[in-house]
């Protein structure tokens, strides 16, 4: 179990990510997503999540900045959206330059393709390789990526493995099968999604166990995936669930728990299929 809110995972590159970040998705750039993101690195995170699709890295960069805190404490990932990887190599170096101007950064700590677009994916990941030996990313990455993308992806003349796999995760969808191709490469796991769009709170078996620990589903939900030694990126714009999703290391699930929760698993998506998916 994770001893504090700034404990990490070792990624294959060597370099460590924290494992609990704060997702920003659907917050609006300006002063929501401003007022999220500083209220986060206020209560003690220091892993930030972000994506050109979100439409708010200008914001996430200013709160950074007026946190005051150094540049090295924070890491901060970004992703490259389906229309600049289908424009190929030059799109996507064109994309991390401009998601650096937005954030006003000179290098992120994670830099990932957002969707596997077939026939696109190894000359966008050569890009990143690039971007990644450029020093402009100092990790790269995949999100959404099933067994099968990964291994047309990785393939002879990669030189940089995907170091990490930002996915839909949580205890109605496990992915085990992904799990283990993640682990014979050394790919670290990252959860989106991980509190399943609050339905969590529908759930009659992590209410109970929720009950029992004098904690909330969610916190229930997102000490599990600390737990698996998944990153976990959950989103709130509310100050109070912020720090809640924060508040996670006074407490351990029991290995009963786990199986309860490990029990869950329905395969369902509540977000899109990275197979079938039309953006």
């Not at 990526?145 to 170091?163: E, F, K, R, T, W």
């Not at 996670?248 to 998916?277: C, K, M, T, Y």
């Amino acid at each position: 179990m994770p001893l504090s809110i700034r404990d990490t995972l070792q990624l294959n590159s060597g370099r460590h990510i924290p494992l609990l970040g704060f997702g920003t998705w659907k917050l609006k750039d300006g002063a929501q997503v401003k007022e999220a993101v500083a209220t986060a690195l206020k209560v003690g995170y220091r892993h930030i999540d972000t994506a050109s699709i979100y439409d708010n890295e200008r914001g996430v960069g200013q709160a950074i900045r007026d946190s005051g805190l150094p540049r090295s404490e924070v890491f901060v990932t970004t992703k490259i959206w389906t229309d600049d990887i289908r424009k190929g190599r030059s799109g996507v170096i064109e994309a991390c330059h401009d998601s650096l101007e937005r954030l006003g950064l000179s290098q992120v700590d994670l830099l990932l393709l957002h969707w596997p677009i077939v026939g696109k994916d190894r000359e966008a990941w050569k890009a990143l390789e690039q971007l990644y030996h450029e020093g402009k990313a100092r990790s790269i990455g995949v999100s959404n990526y099933l067994p099968h993308h990964l291994d047309a992806l990785i393939q002879p003349g990669v030189s940089v493995l995907p170091m990490v796999n930002q996915i839909e995760f949580h205890p109605y969808l496990l992915q085990p099968a992904l799990a283990a191709a993640c682990r014979k490469r050394g790919i670290a796991r990252q959860a989106w999604s991980p509190l399943m769009q609050g339905h969590i709170n529908e759930v009659p078996e992590i209410v109970e166990i929720a009950k029992q620990h004098g904690k909330t589903p969610a916190q229930i939900v997102l000490h599990w995936d600390l737990q698996h030694q998944v990153v976990t990126i959950p989103r709130s714009s509310t100050p109070k669930h912020i720090a809640e999703n924060a508040a996670l290391f006074d407490f351990e699930l029991s290995p009963a728990d786990i199986a309860v929760l490990d029990q869950l698993d329905r395969r369902q998506r509540f977000g899109p299929d990275p197979d079938h998916f039309d953006f």
